[in-house]
T-cell receptor
Framework: DQQVKQNSPSLSVQEGRISILNCDYT??????FLWYKKYPAEGPTFLIS?????DKNEDGRFTVFLNKSAKHLSLHIVPSQPGDSAVYFC???????????FGGGTRLMVKP | DVKVTQSSRYLVKRTGEKVFLECVQD?????MFWYRQDPGLGLRLIYF???????EKGDIPEGYSVSREKKERFSLILESASTNQTSMYLC????????????FGPGTRLLVL
């Protein structure tokens, strides 16, 4: 059973609008969450992270929100740009130092 | 600039062949990882290593083995390739105390016929 789920396999957004990518998790021991971005023919690259002691972390156009009670996090991209078109993976780790657990990924397409 | 390289971008092998996937990192990282990426399943950890000659099983180690004889190199071995091992294989590394911040190679797309 997947402990980290991204229920939308794909998302299409117009350039300049907001992209919202969602991620749900089931393991209450997860305390650190990350988003990775993957272009075709490249490995994933780290995008942004958030610790469970925070509910928001912002880096330029990218903001991650964490709702611990709902076991839900989201990545907001504002404004979306065509270069943001990629597959986005959310990942989680727990305070026992265990490995990252990844979601299934969401393919974002930003249309010019 | 950090770099993780993988020996092949594409591989085609036959069922029953022994397959070696090589990964090299130049960041002096202690941790190295092998994942496979399949549609809808995300990245699943096969094995990881936190030091030379040390290895730990990940979530899906069956059918795979690994070797880490040098700090910079981590090899994934498919002892007898099967068609269900057709996948994208990704190698990653991270510093010892920053396990969650992993740097990935470009991946090897393996097709087993």
């Amino acid at each position: 059973d997947q402990q980290v789920k991204q229920n939308s396999p794909s998302l299409s957004v117009q350039e300049g609008r907001i992209s919202i990518l969602n991620c749900d998790y089931t393991n209450s021991m997860f305390d650190y969450f990350l988003w990775y971005k993957k272009y075709p023919a490249e490995g994933p690259t780290f995008l942004i992270s958030i610790s469970s002691i925070k509910d928001k972390n912002e880096d330029g156009r990218f903001t991650v929100f964490l709702n611990k009670s709902a076991k839900h996090l989201s990545l907001h991209i504002v404004p979306s740009q065509p270069g943001d078109s990629a597959v986005y993976f959310c990942a989680a780790s727990d305070n026992a130092g265990n490995m990252l657990t990844f979601g299934g990924g969401t393919r974002l397409m930003v249309k010019p | 600039d950090v770099k993780v390289t993988q020996s092949s971008r594409y591989l085609v092998k036959r069922t029953g062949e022994k397959v070696f996937l090589e990964c090299v990192q130049d960041m002096d990282h202690e941790n190295m990882f092998w994942y496979r990426q399949d549609p809808g399943l995300g990245l699943r950890l096969i094995y990881f290593s936190y030091d030379v000659k040390m290895k730990e099983k990940g979530d899906i180690p069956e059918g795979y083995s690994v070797s880490r004889e040098k700090k910079e190199r981590f090899s994934l071995i498919l002892e007898s390739a099967s068609t269900n091992q057709t996948s994208m294989y990704l190698c990653a590394s991270s510093p010892l105390d920053r396990l969650e911040t992993q740097y990935f190679g470009p991946g090897t797309r393996l097709l087993v016929l």
